[in-house]
C-alpha cells in the first residue's frame, strides 16, 4: 500500500517537473523573443512602414466596382438571355476588346467578368399559376427542396434575374449599362415576337372595353326598369335575376384584367426588360481595401522566417564544424 502511494508521489512529480520544464522553455522563448524583438526593432518599424505605404497605394489603384442590372426576360426568351451574357463572359475571358468596342462599351480594358444568376422567389413562381405549383410540389416529393428551387430547370423560370459584372475603375449608364442592354436586346425573331404580343394585347384590350360598355348598358337598362316599378315587383325581379350578380362580377374580372394587361404592356416594351440598375458599389471582400492592413504582416513574417532560417543554418554549421 505504501509502496503505489510512494509510486504515485514519484509519477506526479515528474510530471510536475516535466510540465515545469515546458513552462520555463515558453518563458525562454518568449523571453528570446522579446531580445529579438529589441534588437530588430529598427528593422521591424522600417518594414511595418514600407508595407502600410505599399499597401495603401495598392488598395488605392486596385480598386473594384460591382455593378447590378435586375432584368426581367419577356416572350420566353430567358435561355436566350443566359446564352448571350454567357458569350459575354466568354469573349471577356479571351480578352476580345474589339468585340465589346463594336458593341458600344467604353473603357474596356476597366470591364472584368460579367455572370447572371436568378433571383430565387418561389412565391412569384407559383404566384396564379397553378401548373407551376403542382410542379414544385411533385419536384419536392423526390428531392430537397432547397436544391430543387435553385436548380438550374426552375431557377430559369423565376420572373426577375440578376446581371452582374465588375469593373477596374468607376463607370456610368452610358459606358457599360446601356451598350449591355442594346446588346440583349438586339434580336429580330424575339423583336416580332413582341410586336405580335403587343397587337394581341391591343386587341384584348379593345375587347374588353367594348363588353364593359355592353355590361354598364345592361345595368343602366336594368335600374331604370326596377326604377319604374313597384317596390314589390322590384324585390321579385331581383330575385328572378341572379345571372345580375354574375354579370358584375364579369365586370370586375375584366376590369382586374384590363389593369393587368395595361401594366403588362409597360412591361413589355422591351424583350429583356431593365428593371433596376446599381452601377459603383465599392467591392470589399476578400483582401480589396485591407492590402494596408495584410502586407505590412506579412513582410514582417517574411522577416521573421528570413532570421529564424538564418540561425538555423548558423546553427547546423557550428555543429557540423564542432564534428
Do not use: C, W
Not at 504515485?8 to 522553455?25: A, T
Not at 486596385?62 to 420566353?76: A, D, L, R, W, Y
Not at 477596374?168 to 416580332?192: M, W
Not at 319604374?228 to 321579385?236: A, E, F, L, P, Q
Request: proline content about 2%; glycine content about 4%; overall charge positive.
Amino acid at each position: 500500500m505504501s509502496t503505489n502511494s510512494q509510486d504515485q508521489e514519484i509519477d506526479l512529480g515528474q510530471i510536475f517537473h516535466k510540465v515545469g520544464g515546458i513552462f520555463q522553455s515558453l518563458i525562454n522563448k518568449l523571453f528570446d523573443f522579446i531580445l529579438f524583438v529589441k534588437k530588430n526593432i529598427i528593422q521591424l518599424i522600417i518594414l511595418f512602414v514600407i508595407g502600410v505605404g505599399l499597401g495603401l497605394f495598392l488598395d488605392k489603384s486596385n480598386k473594384s466596382f460591382n455593378n447590378e442590372i435586375i432584368v426581367t426576360p419577356n416572350f420566353g426568351s430567358v435561355d436566350y438571355l443566359y446564352s448571350k451574357i454567357a458569350l459575354l463572359d466568354a469573349k471577356k475571358r479571351e480578352n476580345d476588346t474589339v468585340f465589346f468596342s463594336n458593341l458600344g462599351f467604353k473603357n474596356v480594358k476597366d470591364l472584368n467578368i460579367i455572370q447572371i444568376e436568378p433571383i430565387i422567389d418561389v412565391f412569384k413562381f407559383v404566384d396564379q399559376k397553378p401548373d407551376n405549383f403542382e410542379l414544385i410540389k411533385l419536384m419536392a416529393e423526390d428531392g430537397d427542396l432547397d436544391k430543387i428551387v435553385e436548380n438550374e430547370v426552375t431557377s430559369k423560370n423565376y420572373p426577375f434575374h440578376l446581371i452582374k459584372f465588375s469593373t477596374s475603375k468607376k463607370t456610368d449608364i452610358d459606358k457599360t449599362v446601356q451598350p449591355l442592354l442594346n446588346y440583349l436586346n438586339d434580336s429580330e425573331y424575339f423583336k416580332t415576337i413582341q410586336k405580335q404580343y403587343l397587337d394581341n394585347e391591343t386587341i384584348k384590350m379593345k375587347a374588353n372595353d367594348s363588353i364593359i360598355k355592353q355590361i354598364d348598358k345592361l345595368i343602366e337598362g336594368f335600374s331604370k326598369s326596377v326604377s319604374s316599378g313597384s317596390k314589390t315587383d322590384k324585390m321579385v325581379y331581383i330575385s328572378d335575376n341572379n345571372q345580375l350578380n354574375e354579370i358584375i362580377n364579369t365586370k370586375n374580372l375584366l376590369i382586374a384584367e384590363q389593369g393587368s394587361l395595361r401594366i403588362n404592356f409597360i412591361n413589355s416594351d422591351k424583350v429583356i426588360k431593365e428593371i433596376s440598375t446599381t452601377v459603383n458599389i465599392l467591392n470589399s471582400k476578400g483582401l480589396n481595401g485591407k492590402m494596408k492592413l495584410v502586407l505590412p504582416f506579412i513582410l514582417i513574417i517574411l522577416f521573421l522566417f528570413f532570421k529564424g532560417f538564418q540561425n538555423f543554418y548558423k546553427n547546423q554549421l557550428a555543429k557540423r564544424n564542432l564534428a
